[in-house]
């Protein structure tokens, strides 16, 4: 299981992007066999990318975060895991939108690995 502290390491392999230029998501997709693998791609203000990499098997535990996260399969498939909606099934080319405070996480099946681009965007409350 990832903490929510672990969403937010920056692994000392990984250094978040310059605000410009190209950058491979593929290159970038490497594994742990303790644990998913994740990559801080991007960090700036009020928006963050990670690039989670599970290897099969492995699961992100549903968690909720105070923003939105679009996250797309960047390769393999499995299962975006979701509030009420449950295991959403998804495949390279898959977006699933998270409004703020929806739990969600992800899971690759026992066959293949998958690899998810998490883009998170600050999302303040409402006033109530």
Not at 33 to 38: A, S
Request: include cysteine; charged fraction near 20%; charge should be negative.
């Amino acid at each position: 299981m990832i903490s929510k502290e672990t969403l937010v390491e920056t692994h000392p392999s990984t250094q978040a992007a310059p605000a410009s230029g190209v950058k491979s998501l593929i290159q970038m997709i490497s594994f742990r066999d303790d644990r998913p693998n994740v990559h801080l791609v991007y960090d700036a203000p009020g928006i963050r990318a990670a690039l989670f990499c599970l290897k099969a098997g492995q699961v992100v535990e549903p968690h909720v975060a105070p923003m939105n996260v679009l996250m797309t399969v960047v390769r393999g498939h499995g299962w975006i895991l979701m509030g009420e909606d449950g295991e959403l099934p998804v495949e390279a080319g898959s977006l699933v939108a998270c409004r703020p405070d929806e739990p969600h996480g992800m899971r690759a099946p026992k066959d293949t690995d998958l690899v998810v681009l998490a883009v998170i965007s600050a999302a303040p409350h409402p006033a109530h």
